[in-house]
C-alpha cells in the first residue's frame, strides 16, 4: 500500500527548509570586479573558489561579450572599505596572449 509522503509538524518544515537551501547551493553566483589595467567591470561566470589552472568564463562589460581565459595566479588581500577591514581576490588571469587583473569584491 502506497502512502502519500506529506509535510507536516514542525520535522516536516525542517526537512522542507533543508531540501530548499540544499537545492539552492547550485545556482550560478556570479563574482563582480574590475580589471585594475583598463577599469572595465567584469564579471565571472565561474564559482567563487578559482584556482590556478582554472578555465573561467567572465563577462566584459566594454566589449560586452563572454571571454575566457585562464586563471595563473590568486591572491587573497586584506582592505580596509568604509572603516572596515575585509578581504578581496585578486585574480590574474591570461587570455590568449594579454594577461589580466581582476579585483573582485
Do not use: C
Not at 540544499?22 to 567591470?41: K, M, P
Not at 560586452?64 to 585578486?90: N, S
Amino acid at each position: 500500500m502506497n502512502h502519500p509522503v506529506t509535510i507536516s509538524g514542525w520535522m516536516g518544515r525542517l526537512a522542507l527548509l533543508f531540501w530548499l537551501s540544499l537545492s539552492f547551493q547550485n545556482e550560478a553566483l556570479a563574482w563582480v570586479g574590475i580589471d585594475l589595467r583598463s577599469g572595465v567591470y567584469v564579471e565571472l561566470e565561474a564559482d567563487v573558489y578559482v584556482k590556478p589552472g582554472d578555465r573561467v568564463e567572465y563577462y566584459d562589460y566594454r566589449l560586452q561579450d563572454y571571454r575566457l581565459g585562464e586563471v595563473i595566479r590568486v591572491e587573497w588581500r586584506q582592505v580596509v572599505e568604509e572603516g572596515r577591514l575585509g578581504e578581496r581576490a585578486f585574480i590574474r588571469v591570461m587570455e590568449e596572449s594579454v594577461e589580466r587583473v581582476f579585483e573582485m569584491e
